[in-house]
């Protein structure tokens, strides 16, 4: 496969592109992070909070590399990332909302 | 020289951007624009439901309760296959930037194929839930929101597997090639949030206690 290097955007989309390297090395970043993820589940004796914080950090990075490069939104324009960016801080505004409102809690002991 | 070299690249850009139906006044492709402000949405409406699972985790009065159902090496499986398909799309977008039509139509169908297998994952893992365990979308809340929230993530990935199979059938006829690249670059857009979707739902309904 060849490297393609970064190439400059003539698609009207804003920024360029990753490299396959790039891509790859992505790939088994997102691999190995979904390993640690699993594997957390079956060492025993972790505090429930560290458990949760744990896998919810690794969520976010698996996130943030497939946006970022796969669908690369690190190198689009601004208004594309507005696009996106706004409404998922809006949807995680939404969980968080709809969490409060019925008492439901990640970390936290559910009250009695 | 230099200097005339470059206000003809601009002059070509403007020309060719005033020429493009595609590009608007922001100078952006209006394909990606919308497919960004659709995923935007989509966003909103995949938190609504991941909220709402949330909410009523923990909370229904009879059983099954997910630790009694979940088959985690099974979905972590599903979700290896996503970010592997993920993985292929990528590949399929530098080929066809090279103009490798054949080689771009290739990672399509890998990446349409893992994409299925997933959706066959989700059919037998729905299966089991029903046929082994009795739950149903209305045995009780989790399995309200659960398949709710599941099923059109599922559905998602059906509409993008058509989606890919399409532009395979396109670039085997011939007609497609690196003009079409913002076409493949969008479907691309959408397969990689069905991706991140589930990085989102795997995380929080399956792995977290």
Known sequence: MADHGTTAATHGGGGGHATVRTYIQVAIALALITGVEVATLYIPGIPNPVLVISLLLMSAVKFYLVVGFFMHLKYDHQIMRALFVGPLLIAVAIILAVMALFSAFLLLPRPH | ?209
């Open chain 2, 1 to 209: 020289m230099a200097d005339h070299a470059a206000t003809h690249a601009v002059s070509h850009a403007v020309t060719h951007a005033v020429h493009d139906p595609n590009i608007g006044t922001t100078g952006l492709d209006h394909r990606k624009m919308g497919m960004w402000a659709f995923l935007g949405s989509d966003c909103m409406f995949f938190g609504s439901l991941i909220g709402t699972y949330l909410a009523y985790k923990g909370k229904s009065i009879s059983g099954p309760t997910p630790r009694d159902v979940f088959d985690i090496p099974l979905t972590s499986y599903s979700a290896a296959l996503l970010l592997a398909s993920s993985l292929t799309m990528v590949l399929a977008l530098a080929a066809l930037q090279d103009n490798r039509v054949k080689v771009a139509a290739g990672w399509l169908l890998a990446t349409a194929a893992m994409g299925l297998h997933f959706v066959l994952n989700q059919v037998y893992e729905f299966w089991t839930f029903v046929h082994h365990h009795d739950l149903t979308l209305g045995t009780s809340l989790f399995g309200s929101t659960f398949f709710v929230l599941t099923g059109f993530h599922g559905a998602h990935v059906t509409g993008g597997v058509i989606w890919l199979l399409l532009l395979v059938s396109l670039a085997w006829r011939g007609q497609l090639d690196r003009r079409d690249y913002t076409k493949v670059e969008v479907a691309g857009l959408y397969w990689h949030f069905v991706d991140i979707v589930w990085i989102a739902i795997f995380t929080i309904i399956y792995l977290i206690p």
